[in-house]
């Protein structure tokens, strides 16, 4: 299984940005999806996941300006960004997880870099 993230770059506070992940070598439509960040000299969290029935989780540092969704036919994951905060900055993987909305990862792409100036 590979993951490919791509959409990150530098945006002022306010903003807003797309990422993509690509997946390939997987049955996606069977398995949950996911978004995490690691910021400067942070830890990497969780930002969303979305299960292979739609249902979606999002944390709530980013509840009400991102969205997770998923294209089932061109396997791909998307998280919309809206209303971009400078601690948005970070690095974002995409991540194929197990079956439920809420298992964890056991595939990661490469991430993407975010920069979210003040």
């Known amino acids: 299984v590979q993951l490919q993230a791509s959409g990150g770059g530098l945006v002022q506070a306010g903003g807003s940005l797309r990422l993509s992940c690509a997946v390939s070598?997987?049955?996606?439509?069977?398995?949950?999806l996911g978004w995490h960040r690691q910021g400067p000299g942070k830890r990497r969290e969780w930002v969303a996941s979305?299960?292979?029935?739609?249902?979606?989780n999002h944390a709530s540092a980013v509840k009400g300006r991102f969205t997770i969704s998923r294209d089932n036919a061109k396997k791909m994951l998307y998280l919309q960004m809206n209303s971009l905060k400078p601690e948005d900055t970070a690095v974002y993987y995409c991540?194929?997880?197990?079956?439920?909305?809420?298992?964890?990862?056991?595939?990661w792409g490469q991430g993407t870099l975010v920069t979210v100036s003040s």
């Open positions: 070598g997987s049955t996606f439509s069977n398995y949950a």
């Open positions: 979305i299960g292979s029935d739609g249902r979606t």
């Open positions: 991540s194929e997880n197990g079956y439920e909305l809420r298992s964890p990862p056991h595939c």
